[in-house]
């Protein structure tokens, strides 16, 4: 079991900015696809950003232009800048690390955008 330790998390204001990081006990990055999700209170999980091997990124359109998913291959470390954040974007921010029929998960870190 590849284990990942998230951290950046905690309380910011309306506007501002996090970077959350996602630390891998192993380099995968050249054959995992990696992804941001989160949950928020009487919400689904959802997919907020996602890049594979090849470098091929989407993003949710709720974070499409203040959110950004990037990876340090020589820290095996998978990083989400999160920029302009909103109160809507409170919630439980989890990695997951993707290969086949395998996922490895974060224990998840809070986000809170409050005034």
């Known amino acids: 079991q590849v284990q990942l330790v998230e951290s950046g998390g905690g309380v910011v204001q309306p506007g501002g900015s996090l970077r959350l990081s996602c630390a891998a006990t192993?380099?995968?990055?050249?054959?995992?696809?990696e992804a941001w999700y989160r949950q928020a209170p009487g919400r689904v999980r959802e997919l907020v950003a996602a890049i594979t091997p090849g470098d091929n990124i989407n993003y949710a359109d709720a974070v499409k232009g203040r959110f950004t998913i990037s990876r340090d291959i020589a820290k095996n470390t998978l990083y989400l800048q999160m920029s302009a954040l909103k109160p809507e974007d409170t919630a439980v921010y989890f990695c997951?690390?993707?290969?086949?029929?395998?996922?490895?998960w974060g224990e998840g870190t809070q986000v809170t955008v409050s005034a």
């Open positions: 997951d690390f993707h290969y086949g029929t395998k996922d490895d």
């Open positions: 192993r380099n995968m990055f050249d054959i995992y696809s």
